[in-house]
């Protein structure tokens, strides 16, 4: 099983960089796992919704560059679905029984993800109802990740 993620931006804060290590390391026993970082694009506030699109497009074509052919998207995204742990856990599992054996996940920078991608995704999926830092989401992804694996192989993790 071969799981990517690609994410726009760089992670700065050590804190993230070591919680995403850890738990990196803790998915190498279920999963081949590579993050990669794309270029973000300056956002600053006040932008016009032209603007905010064409930072958008370019951050769009830094990722449609990194995915693999034949890989099974799944695009982070604030109106996407929002699942349970047990659910997505079982939702990536079908992936992988159905003969899926590369699922790339997909994180936008500050202004979220180009419509390309979303419609390209097999899946959208919303983390919360509530607005994370998009470094952030990295970890919690990765957490939610190794939970999962846990998860499918009956193996036990805090509630």
Do not use: W
Not at 6 to 13: H, M, R, T
Not at 29 to 41: A, G, N, S, T, Y
Not at 71 to 90: K, P
């Amino acid at each position: 099983m071969r799981i990517s993620v690609i994410a726009v931006g760089k992670i700065k804060e050590k804190y993230l960089k070591d919680g995403i290590e850890e738990y990196r390391k803790r998915l190498s026993r279920f999963c081949d796992l590579e993050l990669i970082e794309v270029e973000d694009f300056r956002a600053p506030e006040g932008l016009s919704d032209a603007q905010e699109q064409q930072v958008k497009s370019r951050e769009c074509d830094n990722i449609l560059k990194r995915i693999r052919e034949g890989s099974t998207v799944i695009a982070l995204d604030i109106r996407g679905e929002s699942l349970g742990s047990e659910e997505f856990s079982r939702r990536i599992n079908s992936f992988f029984v159905s003969g899926t054996s590369h699922i790339t996940f997909i994180i936008g920078g500050s202004l979220g993800l180009d419509d390309r991608i979303l419609s390209m995704a097999r899946v959208r999926l919303s983390m919360s109802k509530l607005t994370f830092p998009h470094q952030l989401a990295r970890m919690i992804l990765l957490e939610q990740l190794f939970r999962a694996f846990k998860i499918m192989n009956g193996e036990t993790y805090h509630k």
